[in-house]
């Protein structure tokens, strides 16, 4: 009878660490699914920060096109202070800013913090600048670092990430950046800064930081919109020597800086300048409901249909049939795929893309 319960508590003491260990591994296998499928959480630690209690939480948008939370990258940064802040998030790459006592760039792709020797002031503004950086994620997301710039109303400060070194600009009674330039006065004069913060020239007397209403910039040439002192739309061309090309006032709809030509958009008629500043071709554009513009083309309505019109040489393409559609949105990429991308909505609101590859004259329906 001994010998019967003996064998009965072996077994079931045998079979109840059966269980267990069963459990252990069921526990076990869904703790790895449930890290499998957590993909989209990043823990980052270095030495200093490995047992820290601190963490800093960072959401990362990795899909520009997609609001839904499983589009998102949870970031988790652990730092050696509690008070830690995000600085600048490099939206479509892999790089965050952040201040945890110093200045430290955080790289998602390798899961490093480095240090950076960039002075932290609270009322700067910092922003990472990526080499040959475009709108779209997949086209920036390896992409190497460019500079960093730490600004504010009086100074800019440059910092050359490859060359590790920090330049500062003079001081100024105030600085506003304008579509990626600086504005900057010194008493009645204005200087336009590039993004270094480097002087290029001194602006026209016309022009300050609180009437510029755009500013354009190419490989060569400069255009500044305007409202000049009688509240019309004016614009100058410069050269980057700040030499002036073209200055005019008048019903301005838009200025565009080709490598060859200047297109200066009014009301009813396009304006074409050569590069020295002599007008070349006048064209008739009243039938154009201009709704883009890209170098030497223009998209528009004319007879109900949407069309690309090329400024060179003349020749109009139909796009698509805009009854019962509107434009939901239009724009240049610079992608694997350079042209432009067109989002469309009917009546029933539905909506459709199109992609037109303005050099090639081709067309496709990016919903099929």
Do not use: W
Request: net charge positive; with cysteine.
């Amino acid at each position: 009878m001994k010998n019967t319960r003996t064998i009965t508590y072996t077994i079931l003491i045998l079979s109840t660490l059966g269980t267990l260990g069963l459990a252990k591994n069921i526990v076990h296998k869904e703790h790895t699914k449930e890290v499998e499928e957590n993909k989209n959480e990043i823990l980052i630690y270095n030495k200093k920060t490995e047992n820290s209690k601190y963490e800093l939480l960072v959401y990362l948008n990795n899909d520009k096109n997609c609001e839904k939370i499983d589009c998102q990258k949870l970031i988790k940064i652990k730092t050696e202070t509690p008070y830690a802040k995000e600085l600048n998030v490099k939206q479509f790459a892999n790089y965050i800013l952040i201040y945890d006592g110093v200045i430290k760039l955080i790289d998602i792709n390798k899961k490093e913090q480095e240090e950076l020797k960039i002075p932290y002031t609270r009322n700067n503004n910092y922003e990472i600048n990526l080499e040959n950086e475009s709108e779209i994620e997949k086209e920036n997301k390896n992409k190497k670092i460019k500079n960093i710039i730490s600004s504010n109303t009086k100074e800019i400060k440059y910092y050359d990430y490859t060359k590790k070194e920090l330049i500062e600009s003079k001081s100024y009674n105030n600085i506003t950046k304008i579509d990626n330039l600086y504005i900057a006065n010194i008493d009645q004069n204005y200087y336009l800064l590039d993004n270094k913060g480097i002087e290029l020239f001194i602006l026209n007397k016309e022009i300050n930081n609180t009437n510029i209403a755009k500013i354009n910039k190419n490989n060569n040439y400069i255009s500044i919109t305007y409202k000049n002192d009688k509240n019309q739309t004016a614009f100058i061309i410069y050269n980057l020597t700040g030499k002036e090309i073209i200055k005019k006032a008048g019903e301005y709809t838009n200025v565009e800086l080709g490598e060859k030509e200047f297109y200066i958009y009014e009301t009813t008629k396009l304006l074409i300048y050569n590069i020295e500043g002599t007008i070349k071709k006048t064209l008739d554009i009243k039938d154009y409901n201009i709704k883009f513009v890209y170098k030497n083309y223009l998209i528009a309505i004319n007879n109900d249909n949407l069309i690309s019109y090329n400024i060179t040489d003349n020749k109009a393409s139909i796009i698509t049939n805009m009854l019962e559609k509107e434009i939901i949105n239009i724009n240049y990429k610079n992608t694997n795929k350079p042209g432009v991308y067109i989002d469309l909505k009917n009546n029933n609101n539905e909506l459709s893309s199109i992609y037109y590859n303005l050099e090639k004259n081709q067309i496709e329906n990016l919903n099929k």
